[in-house]
Structure formats: structure tokens, C-alpha cells
């Protein structure tokens, strides 16, 4: 079974950075997966971030944090990052990650199998 799980969020100002870690397991290798975030903020539904293909790395983000997140991973660690700079209070939410071995264009939740518990990201202004 694929577990993952989410470390790094917190309380930032605004103009100020995180670094979000999902620590995957369960699989010797996730080459083939499709992983990615996507956060929820409160009285709103989920939506997509970033996701990335494992094998080859290509990214795609939402238009809204284009330019501001980089969505990485480290195949020796099986673990995805998201990086995320500028933070404005909008971006305050539930951050998850997700997984899917399926073929996936990555920016629908209901593509993903596999989700994490999620963390917190509180920007303030």
C-alpha cells in the first residue's frame, strides 16, 4: 500500500517561503507514477498546485502559483517537494499530496489513488 505523508508547513508572512515535503512509500521505485499537489482552503473546494511525472520530471502548474512554486523529487529518497516562494494569505490551505500510477494528466484530483494526510500552510498579511 502507498503511503505518503506531508511535512514542512506552518505560519509565514506574507512575501515569505516553505518547503513541503511527502515522504512516499510502499513501491521499491515510483518511476512510472504521476504525483502532485493540491490544497484546500477552508469553505472552498480542493484544487490542483503542481504536479510532476516521475519519470522524466515534467511539471505543470496552476495559474496561480506559476512562477512562485517549483514542484521537484528525489528518486533516491522517494520524495516529492514543493517549493513555494512570494507566499501571499491566499495561498493559505490544507496542502496534499497525491499519487497515481495510473496514466494521468495530473491536474484532476480524481485521477489520484493514493493521498496524504495533508499540512497546513497559514500565510499572514
Known amino acids: 500500500q502507498v503511503q505518503l505523508v506531508e511535512r514542512g508547513g506552518g505560519l509565514v508572512q506574507a512575501g515569505g517561503s516553505l518547503r513541503l515535503s511527502c515522504a512516499a512509500s510502499?513501491?521499491?521505485?515510483?518511476?512510472?507514477?504521476?504525483m502532485g499537489w493540491f490544497r484546500q482552503a477552508p469553505g472552498k473546494e480542493r484544487e490542483f498546485a503542481a504536479t510532476i511525472r516521475w519519470s522524466g520530471g515534467s511539471t505543470y502548474y496552476a495559474d496561480s502559483v506559476k512562477g512562485r512554486f517549483t514542484i521537484s523529487r528525489d528518486n533516491a529518497r522517494n520524495a516529492v517537494y514543493l517549493q513555494m516562494n512570494s507566499l501571499k494569505p491566499e495561498d493559505t490551505a490544507v496542502y496534499y499530496c497525491?499519487?497515481?500510477?495510473?496514466?494521468?494528466?495530473?491536474?484532476?484530483?480524481?485521477?489520484?489513488?493514493?493521498w496524504g494526510q495533508g499540512t497546513q500552510v497559514t500565510v499572514s498579511s
Open positions: 510502499g513501491r521499491a521505485s515510483f518511476s512510472g507514477y504521476t
Open positions: 497525491a499519487a497515481s500510477a495510473r496514466p494521468a494528466t495530473g491536474i484532476n484530483d480524481y485521477e489520484y489513488e493514493y
